[in-house]
């Protein structure tokens, strides 16, 4: 099983810019299907984007699409978000996830997935 470390969240102006990264453990990162989601406070987590084990799916949420793009680099196990043109409401707690699937779904429910990073705080200012 893998470990999860999320970093690259901080303070930013509205429209701007940031890449949140996670380090994965091990050498089996390639076995996952990946994820981010964020959550508000007194909000559900919420689904962000997720991309399958090669990296040749990805799928994002409405709400991030053409700002946000999910990415992975196997070789580095290392998981990827750039979000761009950043509002208020991206304000959240960030997490990754990870979820052992060697198919081409992208997985989108929280309940998917087994494996969860400790978060990072993305709080965007207006």
């Known amino acids: 099983q893998v470990n999860l470390v999320e970093s690259g969240g901080g303070l930013v102006q509205a429209g701007g810019s940031l890449r949140l990264s996670c380090a994965a453990s091990g050498r089996t990162f390639s076995r996952y299907a990946m994820g981010w989601f964020r959550q508000a406070p007194g909000n559900e987590r919420e689904f962000v984007a997720g991309i399958n084990w090669s990296g040749g799916r990805t799928y994002h949420a409405d709400s991030v699409k053409g700002r946000f793009t999910i990415s992975r680099d196997n070789a580095k196990y290392t998981l990827y978000l750039q979000m761009n043109s950043l509002k208020p409401e991206d304000t959240a707690v960030y997490y990754c996830?990870?979820?052992?699937?060697?198919?081409?779904?992208?997985?989108?429910?929280?309940?998917?997935?087994?494996?969860w990073g400790q978060g990072t705080q993305v709080t965007v200012s207006s």
């Open positions: 996830a990870a979820r052992m699937a060697n198919d081409i779904n992208v997985y989108k429910s929280p309940t998917d997935y087994d494996v």
